[in-house]
T-cell receptor
């Protein structure tokens, strides 16, 4: 079974620029998560989708971050405009759902904002 | 205060040593996950526990629901075990992550 795909793997931008990340979950997984992992910290949930609906976006900085999963499959996460503190690895994960809710993580996108 | 606390934050061991990483949590959980993250790499799930103990190769994970505590043990550690080990708990459909334990095993 193919895993969770993410692109790009690395991105360097200047502050105030925009950036978008793409995620393709495991086929059939209805739940998709975007996490932000700052160096030395554990992942922090940004947004959780169930199919194309948002389940939890309470920690998403909505003034600059947006995410969508229009057809309930692929998802994009956008930052506009980027700040220095957005430098992190952005992880996408998908879940097999109940009963185990096992999460499968993508390789992540490492963002550096200069 | 984080819902999930791990200790130690950093751990250096000699090859062959027995290693223990601890995780305490403060929320009611449905399951606890131990994850492994190699430098520059994605995250791999090692175990999912809701009670008792699981073993896979040289790795053993235990959980005590009453004490809200879990441990990950590595027997006969090897340099390829060097990675960050993350404890995560599921409460409802929410996941809470620890900050990770960075393990370095020296040959």
């Amino acid at each position: 079974e193919a895993g969770v795909a993410q692109s790009p793997r690395y991105k360097i931008i200047e502050k105030r620029q925009s950036v978008a990340f793409w995620c393709n979950p495991i086929s059939g997984h209805a739940t998709l998560y975007w996490y932000q992992q700052i160096l030395g910290q554990g992942p922090k949930l940004l947004i959780q989708f169930q199919n194309n609906g948002v389940v939890d976006d309470s920690q998403l900085p909505k003034d600059r971050f947006s995410a969508e999963r229009l057809k309930g499959v692929d998802s994009t996460l956008k930052i506009q405009p980027a700040k220095l503190e957005d430098s992190a690895v952005y992880l996408c994960a998908s879940s097999s759902g109940p009963p185990t809710y096992e999460q499968y993580f993508g390789p992540g996108t490492r963002l550096t904002v200069t | 205060k984080n819902e999930v606390e791990q200790s130690p934050q950093n751990l250096t061991a000699q090859e062959g040593e027995f290693i223990t990483i601890n995780c305490s949590y403060s929320v009611g959980i449905s399951a606890l996950h131990w994850l492994q993250q190699h430098p520059g790499g994605g995250i791999v799930s090692l175990f999912m526990l809701s009670s008792g103990k699981k073993k896979h190769g040289r790795l053993i994970a235990t959980i005590n629901i009453q004490e809200k505590h879990s441990s990950l043990h590595i027997t006969a550690s090897h340099p390829r075990d060097s990675a960050v080990y993350i404890c995560a708990v599921r409460s409802g459909n929410q996941f809470y992550f620890g900050t990770g334990t960075s393990l370095t095993v020296i040959p």
